[in-house]
């Protein structure tokens, strides 16, 4: 804890002198008396959130470049397939609540048709093959590039379509949300 505290005041004076800016300044856009930045920098003040968060803002830094934090790694999301029925579904979201992306990839086979219904409207896109879908007494074939979109009280069931695997997008609102609204053009 001592060594990272210390570490804080020659870097708040290297990114000062680095935007060449006095210390006058930055007193002045932080509200912090020249004398206690001056006894930050120089380690003669242990630096507190209080005068960091100013500090940090007026910088345009993040506290941990203050403090001198090591790199939390790979900021993206990395998320993993999840197998249900024989299909895979790629998470392309992860908010609670809300809209729902997956893409999933649906192998070729040939599984009885058995249609289910549940809260929520679904949308799909097809990104690659041909997709089967039974959605009430409608028996669907869906190619590359187009959409279809249902509530899903309606009872429904998709497969592949024939013997090649079929890509799909898929937006699923659990509360009925719908994928999309029709914009309306407003007078300028």
Request: glycine residues 10%.
């Amino acid at each position: 804890m001592d060594e990272v505290l210390t570490g804080v005041g020659s870097r708040l004076r290297a990114i000062r002198k680095q935007r060449d800016t006095p210390l006058t300044d930055v007193a002045t856009a932080t509200g912090i008396s020249v004398s206690t930045l001056s006894r930050l920098e120089t380690g003669h003040r242990r630096p507190t959130l209080e005068l960091l968060l100013p500090l940090a803002q007026v910088y345009g830094v993040q506290i941990d470049e203050l403090i001198g934090a090591p790199p939390t790694g790979d900021p993206r999301i990395h998320m993993r397939p999840v197998q249900r029925n024989g299909m895979t579904f790629i998470p392309l979201t992860r908010r609670p609540g809300g809209l729902l992306a997956h893409k999933a990839i649906i192998p070729p086979r040939r599984r009885p048709p058995m249609q289910k219904s549940h809260e929520g409207y679904e949308w799909m896109y097809v990104l690659g093959g041909r997709l089967r879908l039974l959605l009430g007494d409608q028996d669907l074939i869906l190619g590359e590039g187009e959409a279809a979109e249902f509530d899903t009280h309606v009872p429904h069931w998709f497969d592949s379509a024939d013997s090649t695997p079929v890509e799909v997008l898929i937006l699923f609102g659990r509360q009925g949300e719908r994928a999309h609204l029709r914009a309306r053009s407003t007078p300028r």
